[in-house]
């Protein structure tokens, strides 16, 4: 059974993973410093590569949960009751970065932070491909929805060699609108909200 993201999709939630264990979806809290850094911390190279919305030093995370306003940036965390640690990472923000606005104005689109947001998830490697993901996109669209968004963007776009990432965005409606270069291929893909 799906949880119910539309209630209050700032409200915490409960999860079961097709494996059993449970998972708890909520906002990111002010205590929650030490068990972020360790999530960063605990991210394989190649996933600290797709993800990089921010540095992942104690600095960044101590001002990060001093700092929160999930009305301007709603940042979700999974947390294993398990494990008693968070294995998932999700920034849901008003509006888009300076870069973003370049790329998309040069691709004819105007984005507006009274009606568009940007999106970033980061799964711990080990809770990948797992089916976390998916509860994850719910709860941010939800909230995204309630923010009130029309349309979410990739936060710094998505690298084309995360395939496994592309075909996520896919499977939920994400669209490619362009692609750019840093030191890889990237696109830019967005999803229009109903």
Same mark, same amino acid.
């Given at each position: 059974m799906?949880? *119910?993201? #539309?209630?209050n999709p700032f409200d915490p939630i409960n999860v079961i993973l097709a494996s059993g264990e449970p998972i708890l979806i909520r906002l990111? /809290? &002010? #205590? *929650? +410093?030490? =068990? $972020? $850094? %360790?999530?960063f911390n605990g991210l394989s190279p190649q996933t600290r590569q797709f993800f990089g919305p921010h540095p992942f030093d104690s600095e960044t995370v101590n001002i990060i949960c001093a700092t929160l306003n999930p009305n301007e940036c709603a940042r979700l965390v999974a947390f294993s009751q398990k494990h008693e640690c968070i294995v998932a990472y999700v920034l849901v923000s008003a509006g888009a970065t300076p870069s973003d606005v370049v790329r998309y104005k040069a691709l004819g689109i105007e984005l507006n932070p009274a009606t568009d947001c &940007? !999106? +970033?998830? &980061?799964? +711990? %490697?080990d809770y990948q491909s797992r089916g976390l993901g998916d509860y !994850?996109? /719910? =709860? +941010?669209l939800a909230i995204a929805r309630v923010m009130p968004k029309k349309?979410?963007?990739?936060?710094?776009?998505v690298q084309a060699r995360n395939e496994r990432a592309v075909r996520y965005y896919r499977k939920f409606g994400f669209v490619e609108l362009g692609q750019f270069e840093t030191d890889v291929l990237n696109y830019d893909m967005c999803l229009m909200l109903e």
């Amino acid at each position: 059974m799906n949880p *119910d993201f #539309t209630i209050n999709p700032f409200d915490p939630i409960n999860v079961i993973l097709a494996s059993g264990e449970p998972i708890l979806i909520r906002l990111l /809290e &002010s #205590t *929650d +410093a030490p =068990k $972020l $850094l %360790d999530y960063f911390n605990g991210l394989s190279p190649q996933t600290r590569q797709f993800f990089g919305p921010h540095p992942f030093d104690s600095e960044t995370v101590n001002i990060i949960c001093a700092t929160l306003n999930p009305n301007e940036c709603a940042r979700l965390v999974a947390f294993s009751q398990k494990h008693e640690c968070i294995v998932a990472y999700v920034l849901v923000s008003a509006g888009a970065t300076p870069s973003d606005v370049v790329r998309y104005k040069a691709l004819g689109i105007e984005l507006n932070p009274a009606t568009d947001c &940007s !999106l +970033a998830p &980061s799964v +711990a %490697d080990d809770y990948q491909s797992r089916g976390l993901g998916d509860y !994850l996109m /719910e =709860k +941010a669209l939800a909230i995204a929805r309630v923010m009130p968004k029309k349309r979410v963007i990739l936060w710094g776009g998505v690298q084309a060699r995360n395939e496994r990432a592309v075909r996520y965005y896919r499977k939920f409606g994400f669209v490619e609108l362009g692609q750019f270069e840093t030191d890889v291929l990237n696109y830019d893909m967005c999803l229009m909200l109903e």
